[in-house]
């Protein structure tokens, strides 16, 4: 079964022939499969967390001491095995701010209360309602981040001129950069044609780092972004004043953070789960992410989320179980006690050669060839996803694309609602309602029938509907009124049995049949006064 799973997703990835062993610790090869996968994240980790530091303004440690306690903390006890989390760049983008304002003292806080409020929403199971995400949603933010991801590599790209600032490379320097990228590329394409002994990413970097370094070749490497060199992250409560004043100051920054880390992180989470064909363990991945950064932020980290792109890499490199996980936070911590001179001379062409593969299998190609065979609005909303999330972030865009594709919903539901106006005699008028009966078709339901013209008695079938919430019972109510101001009596057919007890309250002639639907309304509601008012 995980052969075929694998196959399947081997097929959308086109660089990986999925051959990695069953996941078993009793079979010696599973074990160095995972951690081979732990170390390909973790040299993958390094260039990233750096990065991000940057972004945010603090220090490369404050980035890498995330990366490790962030991953090892999800690894142990999150929601789904493979996964990778770390210092991200959308978190990122949000703090810079606040260290600019206020210092790193008060990042540290800010990503503590960052992790309470995510434990909040574990233990109240919020994680649950990522599966409001449509899958126009989660297309368009695959193809999103693979962009993003992409864009993100540039950096690399670019020098430091003798002014100091920041210059793209050009000619003979630009050249061989992109020839390693190719040959980084090209070596985890090829490569799991031959062998499955050694992860292709992992094999990638080591034989382009080996080719840079036996032969001296002068490109960008991992230490020209900083050192990496530093000590085991010790215990350090952040020192900020504990008053009022401090927590208007760091609450907003937190629940943005944790917003962005949760949505990032459970959409990740499903992502995983096509791959693996595993569900649930979201509001598990909620209390581990909020575990993560709460011990993070005592610690002198910057905190973190799930990542996309090392996930995927530790998927590519055949990892599957919480070990490689566990083993890529462990090496990265290794890297900083005790091998930063070594890991600082890898070139940045073989890391970005790795991460521009994850951006091809991350993309969704497939999207581009169904836009013209899916609904209009579903096409509108993948590309609107995708475009918020390169714009803006990722948060920002799944909350768009969520709205978007609900109002969408509501609107075509709400045109859906028709009757048909049947003449049984002089005396008896019939209408026959068809589609949902809610807040968005209720005017359009009113508008049916003609209380001026019809017969004494009216009948109005439900047979065909469905009634949903306190507007479609509140629109039965007026059409009544209606009615009975004319004089007229109205019969109600085909309701379910809430209606019936909440209809006949409020003093309408119902009629009972053995066909009668057995559906209950959105939320109940009691009858005061003549109107229909919030029960609960």
Not at 105 to 125: D, K, P
């Amino acid at each position: 079964m995980t052969k075929a799973i694998l196959s399947s997703f081997a097929e959308k990835l086109s660089i990986f022939d999925g051959t990695t062993p069953r996941v078993s610790f009793n079979n010696p090869r599973t074990i160095k499969t995972e951690l081979l996968a732990g170390l390909t994240v973790a040299l993958a980790l390094v260039p990233e967390a750096v990065a991000f530091a940057f972004v945010a303004g603090v220090h490369p440690l404050v980035g890498l001491y995330a990366a490790f306690l962030v991953g090892l903390i999800t690894a142990l006890i999150g929601g789904r095995p493979g996964m990778i989390s770390g210092a991200t760049g959308a978190l990122a983008v949000v703090m810079v701010s606040l260290v600019a304002r206020h210092g790193v003292e008060y990042l540290f806080a800010t990503v503590v209360l960052m992790g309470i409020l995510q434990l909040g929403a574990g233990l109240c199971r919020l994680g649950k309602f990522i599966r409001l995400v449509p899958h126009p949603v989660m297309l368009g933010f695959v193809n999103g981040l693979a962009i993003v991801i992409f864009m993100a590599q540039m950096t690399q790209f670019q020098i430091t001129g003798v002014d100091g600032d920041k210059e793209w490379m050009t000619g003979f320097p630009l050249v061989v950069m992109l020839c390693l990228v190719v040959l980084t590329m090209v070596i985890i394409w090829l490569l799991p044609k031959l062998t499955s002994i050694i992860p292709a990413p992992l094999a990638a970097i080591g034989i382009v780092a080996a080719l840079v370094i036996g032969f001296g070749i002068n490109v960008p490497r991992v230490g020209d972004l900083a050192s990496i060199e530093g000590g085991f992250p010790g215990f350090h409560i952040p020192i900020v004043p504990l008053n009022l004043e401090t927590l208007h100051i760091i609450f907003p920054y937190a629940l943005i953070l944790a917003a962005i880390g949760l949505i990032e992180s459970l959409l990740t989470l499903n992502l995983v789960g096509e791959i693996t064909a595993k569900r649930g363990g979201a509001s598990q991945e909620c209390l581990a992410q909020g575990a993560a950064n709460v011990v993070t932020g005592f610690f002198g980290g910057m905190g973190g989320c799930a990542m996309i792109g090392q996930s995927m890499i530790n998927m590519k490199s055949g990892g599957r179980t919480r070990l490689s996980g566990i083993s890529a936070a462990l090496f990265l911590l290794s890297f900083i006690l005790f091998a930063s001179s070594l890991i600082e001379q890898i070139p940045l062409a073989a890391l970005v050669g790795v991460m521009f593969m994850v951006v091809i299998g991350t993309f969704a190609w497939q999207s581009l060839l169904i836009l013209r065979r899916i609904p209009l609005t579903d096409a509108s909303v993948m590309l609107l996803v995708t475009v918020v999330t390169v714009a803006s972030d990722l948060a920002v865009a799944v909350v768009v694309g969520v709205i978007v594709s609900a109002l969408a919903y509501a609107w075509n539901n709400a045109t859906r609602i028709q009757g048909k106006r049947v003449e049984k005699s002089t005396s008896e008028t019939v209408y026959q309602v068809e589609g949902p009966l809610f807040f968005g078709s209720a005017e359009g339901f009113l508008e049916l029938f003609q209380p001026g013209t019809d017969a004494d008695l009216v009948v109005i079938d439900f047979a065909n509907s469905r009634v949903v919430d306190q507007s479609a019972l509140q629109a039965i109510e007026n059409i009544t009124a209606k009615y009975s101001a004319s004089g007229k009596t109205v019969q109600l057919r085909h309701l379910s049995r809430d209606c019936h007890r909440l209809l006949q309250k409020a003093g309408q002639l119902m009629v009972d049949s053995d066909d009668d639907p057995d559906y209950q309304i959105a939320v109940d509601y009691s009858v005061k006064h003549g109107r229909f008012g919030s029960g609960h």
